[in-house]
């Protein structure tokens, strides 16, 4: 991942407590952007599930509304062997408490993503998830929980039915089916400051249709002058299957 940090209007002054981190793989940072600043995260990665490889593509920005409210959007890309499909999501999220003195943090966000177009793909999901996100700094370390619940809500497209001569056709089923699910998550990282360089690990767990725990090692190198380079590798168990 590699973020771009463009400060705009007065330099504000240094906190006595550093923002060790600017935002997770996993979970959500509990600190929000400050009043016209916008902050751009650019995502790539590769993913393994057991004989399908997917590739990601995807632009978040964030931007500084208010005092201790933000607004985020974020377009994505994804494809594999067979197809891809393309999504939006958008979200809010809103600071109870700032206290960089302290070095705490609390706020409620929401989120809605719904997909654009599919290629090749029997189905696709629109989401929508509220969550609370806490963050304390203790000295060079860096802890944060996300608890979070969401609804999901899947179409899926059946192909036309196929009728050859002589033949007696039968009901088609739906051409479009709907199914909607709820799941609830809670994340908890922990970063460390190292000078420039920041390692972190998140672990998840979630609960829904079916359950998943997922551990992300990763880290951030901040590079300065507004550029952050952070990389992740996420090794997750769904309900007796690895993903990579």
Request: proline share 7%; glycine share 14%.
């Amino acid at each position: 991942a590699l973020r771009l940090l463009p400060a705009s209007g007065a330099e504000a002054p240094p906190p006595k407590t550093e923002k060790i981190i600017h935002e997770l793989f996993v979970g959500r940072a509990a600190r929000v952007q400050e009043k016209g600043k916008l902050e751009l995260l650019s995502n790539s990665g590769i993913r393994d599930f057991p004989g399908i490889y997917h590739w990601l593509v995807s632009l978040r920005g964030k931007y500084g509304l208010l005092d201790r409210f933000q607004v985020s959007l974020e377009p994505a890309l994804l494809g594999f062997s067979g197809g891809g499909y393309s999504s939006v999501r958008g979200g809010m999220q809103y600071a109870l408490l700032e206290d960089p003195e302290l070095g705490s943090a609390i706020s409620l966000g929401m989120e809605g993503g719904v997909p654009l177009f599919t290629d090749g793909l029997g189905r696709r999901a629109s989401r929508a998830e509220g969550y609370l996100a806490v963050a304390q700094n203790s000295g060079p370390l860096h802890l944060s929980l996300l608890l979070a619940s969401g609804v999901e809500y899947f179409t899926e497209f059946k192909p036309a039915p196929v009728i050859k001569a002589g033949e007696t056709p039968t009901p088609p089923e739906p051409a479009v089916r709907g199914t909607t699910r709820s799941y609830h998550r809670a994340v908890f990282s922990i970063t460390a400051k190292l000078g420039p360089f920041r390692p972190l690990g998140e672990v998840e767990a979630r609960l829904g249709h079916r359950w998943q725990f997922r551990v992300a090692p990763g880290f951030y190198w901040f590079l300065g002058n507004g550029l952050d380079l952070g990389a992740t590798f996420i090794y997750s168990v769904t309900s007796g299957l690895y993903d990579l």
